[in-house]
């Protein structure tokens, strides 16, 4: 992974925009004109209950989803209906809900793949090695297969094999999910520092507070809609935040 570099507010441009998404599997809409965007720096999540949309917005954004209507666009270029490999060739790399390692490969492995498409020898050793800064388990398991790690540890594979690909967009589906919580706390740190190194990241959490309270900015969906966008300190006094988590459904005050 290459240096990343802190930006200022006023230096962040829109890195990735998406705009009236429409998405269905066959008939049935799971995203309903939804809209938003991210800045180069920006940690953005996307917040919400089991069945909201979350993870349709993350799997049409990278590629694998193709929207019934609507656009997305990424670093002024238009990846609407875009496959994955091509979406993740401009910059984007989704880390996917369950983590989805390869259990028969090695951790070495695993990374070797993270960095296919843009397999540079003298980057890569760079890149390893940052790595192994940011999750010094990793170099201790190095030539250990993938599925004899502990849950905690093979999401940190998975995001370590995401960010082998240096990407401009990192995009992280439920990266707690099932994680205890020592291990959520390390991973939310784990979020943090690269936020805090200018990784720009987009971040799904069914932990609306815990995910707001590292963010730039949020939105809620509930029901495959976007009920709130703004500043995480501004969510609790314009929407009934506990109404929309107890399947209710409140208008933006």
Do not use: W
Not at 37 to 62: D, F, P
Not at 184 to 211: C, H, P, Y
């Amino acid at each position: 992974m290459s240096e990343l570099k802190t930006t200022s507010q006023e230096e962040r441009e829109v890195i990735l925009s998406a705009s009236d998404l429409h998405v269905g599997y066959g008939s049935v809409l799971a995203l309903h004109g939804v809209s938003l965007e991210i800045k180069k720096g920006e940690l953005v999540s996307i917040c919400g209950i089991n069945g909201s949309g979350k993870t349709t917005i993350m799997r049409t954004l990278a590629g694998v989803l193709k929207p019934k209507s609507g656009k997305i666009t990424f670093k002024g270029t238009d990846i609407t209906g875009k496959k994955p490999e091509q979406v993740h060739k401009l910059g984007v790399a989704l880390v996917p809900q369950g983590r989805e390692i390869f259990p028969s490969l090695t951790v070495a492995e695993n990374l070797r793949i993270g960095a296919f498409g843009c397999y540079k020898p003298a980057q890569y050793q760079k890149d390893l090695e940052t790595m192994f800064e940011l999750f010094p388990i990793l170099k201790e398991r190095y030539n250990q297969g993938g599925g004899l790690l502990s849950g905690g540890e093979q999401q940190m594979l998975a995001i370590a094999r995401g960010l082998m690909s240096n990407p401009d967009l990192l995009m992280l589906d439920e990266p707690s999910l099932g994680l205890s919580p020592n291990r959520v706390d390390q991973i939310f740190e784990l979020i943090e520092e690269l936020k805090s190194r200018g990784m720009t990241i987009l971040l799904v959490e069914q932990n609306a507070e815990r995910a707001a309270s590292i963010s730039d900015r949020v939105y809620l969906l509930s029901n495959g809609r976007v009920e709130f966008s703004g500043k995480a300190e501004d969510m609790a006094s314009a929407i009934d935040v506990a109404s929309l988590y107890m399947g209710g459904k409140e208008e933006v005050k």
